[in-house]
């Protein structure tokens, strides 16, 4: 089955880390760009992070710059999303997504991170 | 930006329901829209503006170009009640606020 399966959310401190894992299944992940997107409590879909099939080009939003870290491992079909200096606001549903010529065709179930002091 | 209109429409089944996206700037036809049902993650519905994505009942077409956007559901069946996005690709990847088709 062609399928994302996102893991690693859970509750975490204020200015803690957490590191988001992407597993692929059903087709060949290292010909796809992939991204990792948020979802608000509100409804709203924030992109974060972008990551080239080859690893080669990374991208971030403003909001996750110089905190939030990209990476894959094409050998183990999986996304990774390093996540440092956590705050308040980055409590919200984080789904890993692949990406096709800037349209996103594949979405994970989503994974539940909860920042609290 | 992306704004979408209206924020909720009611509608029953079988009706035809056209949902608009509005973009501040040109896009051409960099438009997809999502379907998201509740407690589900979002579904690729149509990308450049107007193609179906594999497996999308023939009920769903989108439409327009440039900066005006609609996508239109020919007859709303009862899993077709959900939250809709538009999302744009010419300017990095931004997704409008989305469209809730409710009974």
């Known amino acids: 089955e062609v399928q994302l399966v996102e893991s690693g959310g859970t509750l975490v401190h204020r200015g803690g880390s957490l590191r988001l894992s992407c597993e692929a299944s059903?087709?060949?992940?290292?010909?796809?760009?992939m991204s990792w997107f948020r979802q608000t409590p509100g409804g709203d879909l924030k992109w974060l992070s972008f990551?080239?099939?080859?690893?080669?080009?990374?991208h971030y939003s403003d909001s996750v710059e110089g905190r939030f870290t990209v990476s894959r491992d094409n050998a183990r079909g999986s996304l990774f999303l390093e996540m440092n200096s956590l705050r308040d606001d980055d409590t919200n549903i984080y789904y890993c997504?692949?990406?096709?010529?800037?349209?996103?065709?594949?979405w994970g179930r989503g994974t539940l991170v909860t920042v609290s002091s | 930006v992306l704004t979408q209109s209206p924020g909720t429409l009611s509608v029953s089944p079988g009706e035809r329901v056209a949902l608009s996206c509005r973009a501040s700037?040109?896009?051409?036809?960099?438009v997809a829209w999502y379907q998201q049902r509740p407690g589900q993650s979002p579904r690729l519905l149509i990308y450049?503006?107007?193609t179906r994505a594999t497996g999308i009942p023939a009920r769903f077409s989108g439409s327009g170009s440039g900066t005006e956007f609609t996508l239109t559901v020919s007859s709303v069946r009862s899993e077709d009640f959900a939250i809709y996005f538009c999302?744009?690709?010419?300017?990095?990847?931004?997704f409008g606020q989305g469209t809730r088709v409710e009974v």
């Open positions: 997504v692949r990406q096709t010529s800037g349209f996103f065709d594949l």
């Open positions: 059903g087709f060949t992940f290292s010909l796809y760009d």
């Open positions: 990551i080239s099939a080859s690893g080669d080009r990374v």
């Open positions: 700037q040109y896009l051409g036809n960099n």
């Open positions: 450049a503006a107007s």
């Open positions: 999302q744009q690709y010419s300017y990095w990847w931004t």
